[in-house]
């Protein structure tokens, strides 16, 4: 059973615009969500987080979504650039607790 | 400067040998934990451990064994009763357990021959 979910396996966007990347979850204890970026054979790294007092949260080119009532958040990349085409993974805890749970991941390819 | 190191990068292993995968932090981080990618299915977590001498299983810890032993280490030993061990592993700390990002080291490559 998956806690999180995300069911895009890859997403393609022109330069410039803006990536969407989505991520489902089911357990309504989860309360921290994370994103993170992975390059292959390297470590994921930290993007984004929010947590559950929120709805939106924003760092640079990035923002974060949460929609608590759909159980589902959104990661928002503009403008998207060459250097951002890497797998994206969400994250989801339950405050509190230590078993980050992580989805599948999102490839994302930005075309010059 | 601070992170996590993880070695080897790359292990070859023969059928039926355990092998132990090394991670340091050096970020005074409480928790430490194991993750493993697998093409298509994300990061799985091994295994968690919040303080030292203290862990807990994850959702795949079916052959394989940690000790924590000092703040800054979190060994993985992949036995021989992993069935399938060849993966990407992944070693990752933290400073509070649900709220806090986790910081990952690089990786370790395990291919079984």
């Known amino acids: 059973d998956q806690q999180v979910k995300q069911n895009s396996p890859s997403l393609s966007v022109q330069e410039g615009r803006i990536s969407i990347l989505n991520c489902d979850y089911t357990?309504?204890?989860?309360?921290?969500f994370l994103w993170y970026k992975k390059y292959p054979a390297e470590g994921p790294t930290f993007l984004i987080s929010?947590?559950?007092?929120?709805d939106k949260n924003e760092d640079g080119r990035f923002t974060v979504f949460l929609n608590k009532s759909a159980k589902h958040l959104s990661l928002h990349i503009v403008p998207s650039q060459p250097g951002d085409s890497a797998v994206y993974f969400c994250?989801?805890?339950?405050?509190?607790?230590?078993?980050?749970?992580f989805g599948t991941g999102t490839r994302l390819k930005v075309l010059a | 400067d601070g992170g996590i190191t993880q070695s080897p990068k790359y292990l070859f292993r023969k059928e039926g040998q355990n092998v132990t995968l090394s991670c340091e932090q050096n970020?005074?981080?409480?928790?430490m934990y194991w993750y493993r990618q697998d093409p298509g299915q994300g990061l799985r977590l091994i295994y968690y451990?919040?303080?030292?001498?203290?862990?807990q299983k994850g959702d795949i810890a079916e052959g394989y064994s940690v000790s924590r032993e000092k703040k800054e280490s979190f060994p993985l030993t992949v036995t021989s009763a992993q069935k399938n061990p060849t993966a990407f592993y992944l070693c990752?700390?933290?400073?509070?357990?649900?709220?806090?990002?986790?910081?990952f080291g690089e990786g370790s490559r395990l291919t079984v021959l």
């Open positions: 929010i947590s559950s007092i929120k």
């Open positions: 357990n309504s204890m989860f309360d921290y």
């Open positions: 994250a989801a805890a339950p405050s509190g607790t230590y078993k980050y749970i």
């Open positions: 451990s919040q303080i030292v001498n203290d862990f």
């Open positions: 970020l005074n981080h409480d928790a």
């Open positions: 990752a700390s933290s400073t509070e357990g649900g709220t806090g990002e986790l910081f």
